[in-house]
Nanobody
Framework: VQLQASGGGLVQAGGSLRLSCATSGLTLSRYRMGWFRQAPGKEREFVAAITRSGGSTYYADSLKGQFTIPRDNGKNTMYLQMDSLRPEDTAVYYC???????????????????WGQGTLVTVSS
């Protein structure tokens, strides 16, 4: 089982990036998934999460309207569309998955049991 995050890079403030989380070795439709990020010197924080079918999505309050978290179970891939990026969005972004996580726990990184390696997003001012 593998989660592979990609799509990070350097972008100017106000720009957009789309991160991908490609999965292998699992049936993605059985997993609830999330994105987390960790900035230098800070704790890992919740970004967004999505239910198995994609019918429900959840966002950190500060990111609502700025980020979206679509998924394509047929392609075994989840995405994070990030718009209007700001320097404070600079972080390593991680994707995570769990087949057993309950919805009320989807904002907690400790609740996920599968993790990607992280992809660095740097937003310049």
């Amino acid at each position: 089982v593998q989660l592979q995050a990609s799509g990070g890079g350097l972008v100017q403030a106000g720009g957009s990036l789309r991160l991908s989380c490609a999965t292998s070795g699992l049936t993605l439709s059985r997993y609830r998934m999330g994105w987390f990020r960790q900035a230098p010197g800070k704790e890992r924080e919740f970004v967004a999460a999505i239910t198995r079918s994609g019918g429900s999505t959840y966002y950190a309050d500060s990111l609502k309207g700025q980020f979206t978290i679509p998924r394509d179970n047929g392609k075994n891939t989840m995405y994070l569309q990030m718009d209007s990026l700001r320097p404070e969005d600079t972080a390593v972004y991680y994707c995570a998955a769990s087949a057993s996580i309950i919805i009320s726990a989807m904002r907690r990184f400790a609740s996920y049991d599968l993790w990607g390696q992280g992809t660095l997003v740097t937003v310049s001012s």
